[in-house]
């Protein structure tokens, strides 16, 4: 289950990233996840996600 906190959020999807998943595309398909709404949920706490890094930042 993914964490409804934005920060809990971050800290989630960063960990799985890193750990998972080459992209953020690869993350949001085996999870089943919107990634629009993810990059919404994480710009509100002035996050962006970065393709190089594959990761929030």
Known sequence: ???KDPVMLLSYVNTQLRDH?????????SMDLEKDSLLAKLSAIQYAYDDEQNQFV
């Not at 080459?22 to 398909?29: G, H, I, K, T, V």
């Open 1 to 3: 289950m993914v964490p």
């Open 21 to 29: 998943f080459s992209s953020l595309d690869e993350l949001c398909a």
